[in-house]
């Protein structure tokens, strides 16, 4: 049966309204993303209270931290291959299930091996979830909309350190153990993960609730974008070191930016929280924002300038933040300034938009895996880099120049993106 047989009750396209369950499946994958990330930043959060039980040092901690990202990235690359073989929807809810259950499984942990078993866990089967949720909303979203949508999405990764920050010094608080925590967590993870199966469709033809209008919205403004050139070498390196370096920043603050609240500014667990909170919701508004910018932004310029303009004020305005954190005493404006930073670095979500903007259809999986893997590398480098500095230093300005180097080299290898994926001049927009 074909979907507009299927849909007939709606009738003529042309006529009918068309629905909005685009958007619902983009808010969905934006609540999941968020929940993902819950799941692999409250570990950041409980550190301290498992340095202490399991009395290890800084750099054995990095190790751990960093432990989540060895599978995470490995796995990129072949997630993004089983997202184009399998689809979106099969992936998501087979692995959303099983990195559940490994979350879980970390509350059991009797040391720090076995929680980096764990981790290493968790990493593999949270790997495929952006390649997919890219690849959903290359089949979901009409090409002016999709940096909305995939920033929406993205955005679940600092909302979800932020959000993390909360519940579980908040779990651990009520609970009084870290191990507990995680448990909650983990269960809470595999029945959402369920459900969300049950919603998603690979292709809005398949799913019951859009009418032929909503079908027809989308395939009409993905026929206009069917001569996507593919990405080129240049771009594929430019997008790469880009990458690296953007997550960098971010992984450096996620992992270690507790750790550098609590030690190095003196916060209880009360107010580390609501400082984790914060700043990371600041990162998260900071990436819904560029989206919409992006999307706007498009319309008045070419895309190659207006994702430059993007980019170069990401990167030099999280530089300036990062770089002026050593030189400041006082603890609000350092909370203050990581505001900021987040905010600004966050607006690095929008390389999620390149995989469909640039790859031919059947290969977006594929593409988003190869960029993704760029950037958890820097998930595996970072937390042990940031360790090591610790351990030799004694402290975290070393820390903070290494991340300004990384916030400086993002900024260049944003900017040698090419766009518009060709060496040929694009026609100015109507």
Same mark, same amino acid.
């Given at each position: ?149 995939? *920033? ?123 400082? *984790? ?154």
């Amino acid at each position: 049966m074909t979907a507009s047989t299927r849909l007939e009750p709606d009738s003529d396209p042309s006529v009918a309204r068309p629905t909005r369950i685009r958007w619902a499946i983009v808010v969905l994958l934006f609540v999941f993303y968020t929940i993902n990330s819950v799941d692999r930043s409250a570990l950041s959060v409980a550190l301290p209270f498992i340095g202490d039980d399991f009395h290890i040092s800084g750099t054995v901690q990095g190790i751990i931290l960093s432990s989540f990202f060895w599978s995470y990235c490995l796995l990129q690359i072949p997630g993004g291959l089983t997202v184009d073989k399998f689809g979106p929807r099969t992936v998501i809810g087979i692995a959303s299930v099983i990195w559940g259950s490994f979350m879980a499984l970390a509350g059991f942990a009797a040391n720090a091996v076995m929680l980096v078993l764990s981790r290493i866990g968790l990493g593999a089967f949270e790997a495929p979830f952006m390649p997919a949720a890219s690849s959903l909303v290359s089949k979901w979203m009409p090409p002016r909309k999709r940096a909305s949508g995939v *920033t929406l999405i993205d955005s679940g990764a600092p909302l979800g350190a932020a959000v993390g920050g909360l519940v579980v010094a908040w779990l651990i608080g009520t609970t009084g153990s870290w191990r507990v925590s995680f448990v909650i967590i983990g269960v809470c993870t595999v029945l959402f993960g369920i459900g969300a199966w049950l919603y998603l469709r690979n292709r809005p033809s398949e799913h019951r609730s859009v009418n032929a209008a909503e079908v027809a919205l989308i395939e009409q403004a993905e026929d206009e974008q069917s001569d996507r050139p593919g990405v080129s070498r240049a771009n594929v390196v430019a997008m790469v070191v880009g990458r690296l370096a953007w997550a960098m920043v971010f992984w450096g603050l996620v992992t270690w930016g507790p750790s550098y609240l609590s030690a190095a500014r003196g916060l209880d667990l009360s107010a580390l929280g609501f400082a *984790t909170f914060l700043i990371f919701s600041c990162g998260a508004v900071g990436e819904i924002l560029s989206g919409f910018l992006a999307d706007r932004l498009q319309r008045r310029f070419r895309r190659n300038v207006a994702f430059k303009m993007l980019f170069g004020g990401s990167g030099a305005l999280s530089l300036v933040a990062l770089v002026a954190l050593p030189f400041v005493t006082d603890t609000a404006v350092a909370v203050a300034l990581l505001c900021i930073g987040v905010f600004f670095n966050l607006f690095g979500g929008l390389y999620w938009t390149i995989p469909s903007m640039l790859a031919k259809p059947s290969n977006v999986g594929i593409v988003g895996g190869v960029m993704n893997f760029a950037g958890t590398a820097a998930g595996i480098i970072v937390p042990i880099a940031a360790g090591v500095l610790l351990d030799l230093t004694g402290g975290y300005t070393a820390v903070l120049v290494f991340l300004a180097m990384a916030a400086a080299v993002y900024l260049v290898g944003s900017l040698s993106i090419n766009f518009t994926g060709t060496t040929r001049t694009e026609p100015a927009r109507a």
